[in-house]
Every structure is written in C-alpha cells, then in structure tokens.
C-alpha cells in the first residue's frame, strides 16, 4: 500500500507545475496567492518577478512565441488579475499557449466584495479558451494537468486557473492525474489532429489542376511545426508561397517561392497574387479581416483549400471549396504523399510558369521602397531597420510592438528561420515589444533578441526593463523615436485632412536617460554617420540591455497601404510606384 | 455552465430567442435547451462557436418538424364583469387551468406546443393580459417511427 502523502494546496500547486515540466514563470505576489509562494523557494522553477503584472503576462507570451512551449504566469487576486486581462487577450487573439494562475480571496468570502476580490473567472471567460476556479485543494493537480491540456493542445490559447486563499491553504492528499484521467475529466474537448483523407485527396487534385495557386500561411502552420512540411510542399510543386504578419519566417523570405507578406500594409506583390489567384490553399490561416480587406472582394476567383484546426474556422468568413479540420503539419503531409501518389499514377501538374513569372514580374516591379533622408534631416525608420537587419547576428530573434515600427519591422526584415519573430497580431496591443523580448529571451537566452519599439509603445511597459536588469535577462531594444504616435498619425494625414488629434508625443522623455536610470546602456542616434557603431557597440554588449533610441523622420508613411474598408484591388502603392499601378495585374 | 453560453452569445452577437435548463438524467450533465435566430448568423458558425466551450459534450440541432417541443406559460388576464366567462371558455377550450381567481384578473396556465401558446397568448391579448411568463422551449428529437415500438426508457443515444 503506497503512503499517503499530505501536501498543502500550495505545494501541490507548485509541484503540479514542476510535473508539467515548467522551468520559467512570470509573476507578482500578493496577499491571497501568498501561500504558493512559499514552496516556490524551494523550487526548480526559475520565477522572474516583474514590475507589473501585465509584464509578466507578456513575457510569458514571448517565451510561448518562442519556444512553443506554454508561458506560465502567477499573480494574486483582484487588481493583479484584471492586470491580465490584456495579455490574457492578445494571446487568445494570437493563439498562443498560456497558463495563467491567479489568487483569489477565501471561498468564504467570495461575493462579498472582499479585499482584493474581482470575479477573475467571469471577467476572463471570454479571453481565455477555458478557465476555471478551484474550489477545493484536492482537485489543484487535475485543474493543473487539464490547464496545460487545453492551452497546448488543438487550437493553443491561454487558460486560466483562479485559487482562493484557502483552498491553497488547505492540505490534500497527493495525487497525479493520467492521461486518461484528464481525457475522461474533458468529455467535451476531443481536438481532431487528422485530416479526412477524401478531403486530403480533393486538395492535393485542386493543387495540381490550378494555374494560379497560391500557399497562404497563416500562424498557425508555425503552431504545428508544419515549417518543413509546408516547404517541402511548397517545392514540390513550385507554388508561391505567401507568410501573414503571423507567420513571418515560417517560410524563408530568402526562398524564390517566397513573396512575402499579405494584408493590409503587405506588400504589393503578395496582396496583388492573393487577389488574382485561382487557388488559395490556406494553411492555419483564419482570413483575417487585416488580409481580405473587404471581404466581397477579396480573392474573387480563388477556390479556397482551408487547412486549421479549429473547426469553427472553416466558413467563417470565406466558405471552402475543401475544408480540412485537422493538426497542420500531419495534414500537409498527407497532402504531399496524396499529391507525390497522384503524379506516380500519371497525373500532372497543369504548367504554373505563367503565373509564376507573372508574379515575378511584379516582384520586380514593386519592390518595398523608401525615400532616402535628405542630408541633414532625420533618418529613416526603414534604413534603420536595414542597417540592424544587417548588423543582426546569427539566431536573433526579432520582437516588435503595434504600429508603423511593427509594419517595417515585418516587411524589411529577413525572416528565414521559424520562431524568430514575436509580436502582438490579433489585438494589436501597444506596449508588447518589451516584456515580449524579455520573456523570448529567458526562453532561448542562446539568442540574441531585438525589440524594435515605438516611443509610443515604449513607454507603456518600460519599466519591464528594471526586470530584465535584475533578472539578468539581457534584451536589445531599438526605439524608432518619431516623436508621434506614428500610425494614427499616419490615418489621420490620410483620412481626416492631416487634423492632428492626440498624437503629438514629443518633448519628453529622455529615452537615453531614462534607459541608463532603468541600468541599462543607452544609446542615441541622430544621423547616418552614427548608425553603424552605435549598432556594433549595441551588439558588443552581453551583460547588460541595450536601449538604442533612433531618432527617425516624424511624417513617414507605411506603404503599401490597403485603406480600411477597401478592396485589396485598392492598395495604395509608394507615391513613387502609383505610376506603374497598371502593371500591377 | 450556462453562463459561459450566454457569454459567448452575448459576444458574438448571436439573438437568443429563448432559454431553458436544467439538470438532465445524468446528475453530471445539464442540459440547455436554446432558441436561437439564425437570421443574422448562420446555425453552422453557431454551433461550432458552442462546441469550442470545453464544456460543451454534445450539440443537437433541433428542427421544429423533427422534434416534440413544449412550452409553459403563465399569464394573469383581465377577467371582470362578461370578460370571466369568455375568458374561461377560451381556456377551456385551449385545455389550460385556471391557477388563481381575482375579484378582476385570472390567472392561467397552459402548456404545450409553442404555436399553440402563441394562439392561446394572442386571443388573450384582446382581453388584456396584466401579466405574462413564458418558461422558454424544450425539445427532444421525435422518435423515429421503428424506434416507436421497441422504445425504453433511459438515456437517448
């Protein structure tokens, strides 16, 4: 007979967490989630204490971007849990892989407005994919093990498990749910991973009979580690190949099959081949209204092959020609075997190198451009992103925040490795870059992360940085300082007649200064002469971060621009490319 | 439970016509009974919204012309002076019980299908209805004619 073991809800919690194999979390004490804090001193699990629990939040997104591994955050009850309603949101937006623990006040006392109390459970329902309030000590492993199910397995997402005070207090007798203990707990979650094989066979036929194919990669091929399978599909039949602002470097942006990203401030090319294709075969992509612009007149001839996960996606918003609900990678393989067994019976490929060279040809055409500086005037973002893009070396990890600098970020930079580019999608949330770089960081600190922030971003969740100081997790962050709130500035020039509402940032503050105060170097650069050894010396230091303050050119514009509401036939070119807008057909 | 489907309604926009449940056979499982306006939103979209709540087992779609469908409702009515009796002959004719008597007011009950409720509630409207409940529609899936003969009790399945 095995020996019972008597443990606090505390310390199982504690080693429910080390039994899922977490060695990072994120978080913040407080009075009600006290109790967990205690084992946690003699835990293997490394817990990095932030300066605000939306860092910890965010940085627990970052190490998931990062690693596909789930981000584990721990805050206590009331102010700090809706304190994580943000990044609990952007990564259901995202569907990213999160367990969030919060404390809560004694079940005694909940419902009677007590200290710190908040509903955590009915504020969150709708940005969590599940969550769930334990009411006894006895049931923390299961709520545990099921919390770590969901949130990794089928569609990811963030799962949150709310503790009372007591319950942590309490004490339980050991146990750790199986396999099949937390499947039959989950009568209702069965996530389906494998593709119907008629549905699989329909595909591969429709890839080889279209003339004008495109592969659409969405985030969620980089959720499936589908990257290599996705390639190999890709050259086998030599289709272009399209990567959302999701998917950035789940196909090399240095691949001749590679076109770039689609959407809204895509590039002229991938938005233009989307729109004339006769074959969209959609890979963990969710037609994203940022993609199809408007949605009638997105992709009017495309018959639509829609792999995901999430079957709640097929139609809707574009009905499929084929749907297939399934696990990305294992699905696209199975296309590629359907596809190699059609060709050794004899099928063919129907003859593409029209439309591929007629997507060249636009390539060509309408490559992403900028208009130099003047002499003497401030520098470009874009050359700065070059110039870092450049100067960036081997395995770093690209992390931006929301707005122009992200745009740039995304199209200038040269994804070629998955995993290698972390920002906010789905929620657009400003402030993102920072506590994202962090967290990437304690996830693959083999890596050199760069965050290229906005001075509108930056100073939402600076104060991230004092963490990254204290817990020895060293980031670089590169602020494209334009002294405005760069985007709505940008729509304001464009649609409301340049009337400047609310987005007049400069004056204040001191980037430089405030980066040495939060003990990290700063560093300014005002013109080109500066750029390439305040880029080197950034890239020299290893023992501490790094915050280099760009100032850049304040009425730069993000081009190509699809307007909102429009058509993506609409795309607004470069003023210097609009001229050639006939041959963008 | 309940308030997880109310909430990703709510989110959605989806229209709740009407709303019933309760505890099912199995002390585990309750069951909720939704009616639901698929002009706005296709049934299809909703249905796999419903079945991403990890609570959520099982989702049948009830068609009106396939299933046995009921509905109570409860309605106190003006009945004073000649009105009482008309009132009470249109409830017995609809087969509905009187619950309550006033010195003015009636108050009725009637159960059954939710067009006849819609009839009953109607001819009550030009009466006056001082006050009026209706619980929400409940529906289980018509037997199929074979499964009429040898059908048992227990769970459907």
């Given at each position: 007979m095995s020996k019972k073991e008597i443990l606090t809800g505390a310390e199982a919690l504690i080693r429910s967490l080390e039994m899922e194999n977490v060695d990072v979390m994120f978080g913040l004490p407080g009075g009600c989630i006290l109790p967990a804090y205690d084992p946690l001193l003699k835990s293997s699990i490394r817990h990095v204490l932030v300066r605000h629990e939306q860092g910890a939040g965010h940085m627990a997104q970052g190490y998931a971007h990062v690693t596909g591994r789930p981000g584990v955050a721990m805050v206590t009850s009331g102010p700090a849990a809706t304190n994580m309603v943000t990044p609990l949101c952007d990564a259901f937006m995202d569907s990213i892989p999160m367990v969030c623990i919060t404390g809560q006040v004694s079940t005694t006392a909940i419902g009677t407005d007590a200290f710190q109390e908040c509903d955590t459970v009915g504020i969150t329902r709708s940005v969590t994919k599940h969550n769930e309030l334990v009411m006894r000590a006895q049931d923390i492993p299961m709520a545990i093990r099921q919390a770590f199910h969901i949130a990794t397995t089928g569609r990811p997402g963030p799962v949150l498990v709310d503790l009372p005070k007591d319950v942590l207090q309490n004490t339980m007798e050991w146990h750790w749910p199986t396999d099949e203990d937390v499947q039959e707990a989950l009568p209702g979650y069965r996530p389906i991973t494998k593709g119907h094989p008629r549905m699989i066979k329909e595909a591969a036929k429709l890839l080889l009979s279209s003339e004008k194919p495109v592969l659409y990669l969405g985030g969620g091929v980089l959720k499936a580690h589908a990257a290599e399978a996705v390639r190999e599909l890709a050259e086998l039949l030599k289709i272009p190949v399209v990567t959302t602002l999701m998917a950035r470097g789940a196909f090399p942006d240095d691949h001749e099959l590679c076109y770039g990203m689609p959407g809204m401030h895509g590039t002229a090319t991938a938005i233009t081949a989307m729109q004339k294709a006769d074959l969209l075969c959609a890979l963990?992509?969710?037609?994203d209204d940022r993609v199809t612009g408007k949605v009638s007149a997105f992709a009017p001839d495309a018959k639509i092959i829609h792999v995901d996960?999430?079957?709640?996606?097929?139609?809707?918003?574009r009905k499929p020609d084929v749907p297939i609900v399934g696990d990305c990678r294992l699905v696209v393989e199975e296309i590629v075997k359907a596809v190699k067994e059609l060709l050794a019976e004899g099928e063919q490929q129907v003859d593409i190198t029209p439309w591929r060279s007629r997507v060249n040809g636009w390539k060509e055409q309408f490559p992403l451009t900028y208009e130099p500086s003047e002499p003497g005037a401030r520098l470009k973002p874009q050359f700065c992103l070059e110039k870092l893009r450049d100067a960036a070396p081997k395995n770093t990890i690209l992390v931006a925040g929301v707005g122009q600098h992200q745009m740039w970020s995304s199209l200038f930079w040269k994804f070629n490795e998955p995993y290698s580019w972390v920002n906010s999608g789905g929620l657009g949330t400003m402030g993102f870059s920072v506590p994202a770089a962090i967290g990437a960081k304690a996830g693959r600190p083999d890596a050199t992360v760069w965050a290229i922030d906005g001075d509108g971003c930056f100073q939402?969740?600076?104060?991230?940085l004092v963490t990254a100081t204290t817990e020895g997790i060293h980031v670089k962050i590169a602020i494209l300082n334009n002294t405005y709130l760069g985007m709505v500035r940008q729509w304001q020039e464009m649609f409301y007649g340049e009337r400047y509402s609310e987005v007049d940032l400069s004056g204040c503050p001191d980037f430089v200064k405030w980066a040495e105060a939060m003990g990290c170097v700063g560093i300014r650069v005002e013109s080109p002469e500066e750029i390439d050894a305040a880029i080197e010396k950034a890239n020299s230091i290893n023992d501490r971060s790094v915050v280099v303050e760009f100032r850049v050119e304040e009425f730069e514009k993000v081009f190509p621009m699809v307007p909102a509401g429009a058509s993506n036939d609409e795309v607004l070119l470069h003023p210097t490319q609009e001229s050639r807008r006939e041959f963008l057909k | 439970m309940l308030a997880r489907v109310a909430s990703l309604f709510a989110r959605r926009g989806y229209n709740i016509y009407s709303l019933a449940v309760a505890p099912t056979e199995d002390e585990n499982y309750s069951r909720i009974t939704i009616v639901v306006d698929i002009s706005a939103t296709p049934l299809e979209q909703i249905v796999k919204q419903l079945f991403k709540l990890i609570d959520v087992v099982r989702i049948t779609e009830l068609d009106p012309r396939k299933s046995v469908e009921r509905e109570l409702m409860v309605a106190t009515v003006r009945a004073d002076g000649d009105q009482r009796a008309r009132v009470i002959e249109v409830a017995g004719i609809f087969e509905a019980k009187i619950l309550a008597v006033g010195a003015d007011v009636l108050t009725i009950s009637l159960d059954g299908e939710p067009q006849k409720l819609d009839d009953f509630e109607e001819l009550l409207r030009g009466y006056g209805i001082v006050e009026s409940q209706r619980t929400g529609r409940v529906a289980l899936p018509k037997l199929e004619r074979e499964a009429r003969k040898g059908a048992t009790k227990g769970k459907a399945s």
């Amino acid at each position: 007979m095995s020996k019972k073991e008597i443990l606090t809800g505390a310390e199982a919690l504690i080693r429910s967490l080390e039994m899922e194999n977490v060695d990072v979390m994120f978080g913040l004490p407080g009075g009600c989630i006290l109790p967990a804090y205690d084992p946690l001193l003699k835990s293997s699990i490394r817990h990095v204490l932030v300066r605000h629990e939306q860092g910890a939040g965010h940085m627990a997104q970052g190490y998931a971007h990062v690693t596909g591994r789930p981000g584990v955050a721990m805050v206590t009850s009331g102010p700090a849990a809706t304190n994580m309603v943000t990044p609990l949101c952007d990564a259901f937006m995202d569907s990213i892989p999160m367990v969030c623990i919060t404390g809560q006040v004694s079940t005694t006392a909940i419902g009677t407005d007590a200290f710190q109390e908040c509903d955590t459970v009915g504020i969150t329902r709708s940005v969590t994919k599940h969550n769930e309030l334990v009411m006894r000590a006895q049931d923390i492993p299961m709520a545990i093990r099921q919390a770590f199910h969901i949130a990794t397995t089928g569609r990811p997402g963030p799962v949150l498990v709310d503790l009372p005070k007591d319950v942590l207090q309490n004490t339980m007798e050991w146990h750790w749910p199986t396999d099949e203990d937390v499947q039959e707990a989950l009568p209702g979650y069965r996530p389906i991973t494998k593709g119907h094989p008629r549905m699989i066979k329909e595909a591969a036929k429709l890839l080889l009979s279209s003339e004008k194919p495109v592969l659409y990669l969405g985030g969620g091929v980089l959720k499936a580690h589908a990257a290599e399978a996705v390639r190999e599909l890709a050259e086998l039949l030599k289709i272009p190949v399209v990567t959302t602002l999701m998917a950035r470097g789940a196909f090399p942006d240095d691949h001749e099959l590679c076109y770039g990203m689609p959407g809204m401030h895509g590039t002229a090319t991938a938005i233009t081949a989307m729109q004339k294709a006769d074959l969209l075969c959609a890979l963990g992509a969710r037609f994203d209204d940022r993609v199809t612009g408007k949605v009638s007149a997105f992709a009017p001839d495309a018959k639509i092959i829609h792999v995901d996960i999430d079957p709640a996606e097929q139609g809707k918003v574009r009905k499929p020609d084929v749907p297939i609900v399934g696990d990305c990678r294992l699905v696209v393989e199975e296309i590629v075997k359907a596809v190699k067994e059609l060709l050794a019976e004899g099928e063919q490929q129907v003859d593409i190198t029209p439309w591929r060279s007629r997507v060249n040809g636009w390539k060509e055409q309408f490559p992403l451009t900028y208009e130099p500086s003047e002499p003497g005037a401030r520098l470009k973002p874009q050359f700065c992103l070059e110039k870092l893009r450049d100067a960036a070396p081997k395995n770093t990890i690209l992390v931006a925040g929301v707005g122009q600098h992200q745009m740039w970020s995304s199209l200038f930079w040269k994804f070629n490795e998955p995993y290698s580019w972390v920002n906010s999608g789905g929620l657009g949330t400003m402030g993102f870059s920072v506590p994202a770089a962090i967290g990437a960081k304690a996830g693959r600190p083999d890596a050199t992360v760069w965050a290229i922030d906005g001075d509108g971003c930056f100073q939402m969740t600076a104060q991230e940085l004092v963490t990254a100081t204290t817990e020895g997790i060293h980031v670089k962050i590169a602020i494209l300082n334009n002294t405005y709130l760069g985007m709505v500035r940008q729509w304001q020039e464009m649609f409301y007649g340049e009337r400047y509402s609310e987005v007049d940032l400069s004056g204040c503050p001191d980037f430089v200064k405030w980066a040495e105060a939060m003990g990290c170097v700063g560093i300014r650069v005002e013109s080109p002469e500066e750029i390439d050894a305040a880029i080197e010396k950034a890239n020299s230091i290893n023992d501490r971060s790094v915050v280099v303050e760009f100032r850049v050119e304040e009425f730069e514009k993000v081009f190509p621009m699809v307007p909102a509401g429009a058509s993506n036939d609409e795309v607004l070119l470069h003023p210097t490319q609009e001229s050639r807008r006939e041959f963008l057909k | 439970m309940l308030a997880r489907v109310a909430s990703l309604f709510a989110r959605r926009g989806y229209n709740i016509y009407s709303l019933a449940v309760a505890p099912t056979e199995d002390e585990n499982y309750s069951r909720i009974t939704i009616v639901v306006d698929i002009s706005a939103t296709p049934l299809e979209q909703i249905v796999k919204q419903l079945f991403k709540l990890i609570d959520v087992v099982r989702i049948t779609e009830l068609d009106p012309r396939k299933s046995v469908e009921r509905e109570l409702m409860v309605a106190t009515v003006r009945a004073d002076g000649d009105q009482r009796a008309r009132v009470i002959e249109v409830a017995g004719i609809f087969e509905a019980k009187i619950l309550a008597v006033g010195a003015d007011v009636l108050t009725i009950s009637l159960d059954g299908e939710p067009q006849k409720l819609d009839d009953f509630e109607e001819l009550l409207r030009g009466y006056g209805i001082v006050e009026s409940q209706r619980t929400g529609r409940v529906a289980l899936p018509k037997l199929e004619r074979e499964a009429r003969k040898g059908a048992t009790k227990g769970k459907a399945s």
